[in-house]
């Protein structure tokens, strides 16, 4: 090689060795850095006990991945399924349309359970309400997935599945998380407390047109 080959054959190998030195401090000080910690809210619903006070456990917010029982509700009529006042929708536990008794079911599992029915999940105000009791299955003494969710505390972010506008009503959506990470994610209105679900009896449709 040449006295002009060489030499810039040392330069490339001093800029590859400054390189490779560089991101080795890099690495260094962000691994010797505090983490940075985003508070986020634990995704969990209401199980609601399937016949009022029967249950041995008490009612509860229950992680997703927890596994309950499983009942539907429709606020328009299912023929076959049962409607036990005025102010309950109608529901079921194992009519034709959900195919069979449903046990030991997550949370998505239970959705596309009462989805696939065309019915949804009955609220924890319908379920304590007795809206779904005697409806079969041996499920009026077990816990059972309501549609409540548990709201994200002031403070907390919920980034399960909130994106958009697709926020709870009394909460304001943020277009990064606290540590200034773009997220998706909802958080708690502070002049918003968080409701427990409401426990008295649900109306209708037709109850309130």
């Not at 330069?11 to 910690?37: E, K, S």
């Not at 079921?92 to 069979?100: A, F, R, Y």
């Not at 200034?180 to 994610?185: D, E, I, N, Q, S």
């Amino acid at each position: 090689l040449g006295p002009a080959a060489g030499a810039n054959q040392r330069a490339a190998q001093h800029t590859h060795i400054m390189r490779t030195l560089t991101a080795l401090l890099i690495a260094v000080g962000a691994a010797a850095a505090p983490a940075t910690t985003r508070q986020l809210s634990v995704s969990r619903q209401f199980v609601e006990c399937g016949k009022p006070d029967k249950c041995s456990e008490e009612p509860k917010w229950a992680d997703v991945d927890e596994i309950h029982e499983v009942r539907c509700c429709s606020d328009s009529l299912i023929v076959g399924w049962t409607k036990r006042s005025e102010s309950c929708p109608w529901a079921e536990s194992n009519g034709p349309e959900m195919g069979s008794c449903h046990e030991d079911k997550t949370f998505a599992q239970a959705e596309d359970v009462c989805a696939g029915a065309d019915a949804r999940l009955c609220t924890a105000a319908e379920l304590q309400s007795g809206c779904t009791q005697g409806t079969g299955c041996g499920h009026d003494r077990d816990l059972i997935w309501s549609s409540d969710k548990e709201p994200p505390a002031d403070g907390q972010y919920d980034c399960s599945g909130c994106t958009g506008l697709d926020c709870f009503e009394t909460n304001t959506c943020d277009s990064s998380g606290p540590d200034g990470v773009p997220l998706a994610c909802c958080r708690a209105s502070p002049s918003s407390p968080s409701p427990s679900p409401s426990l008295s009896p649900a109306l209708s449709p037709r109850d309130t047109a």
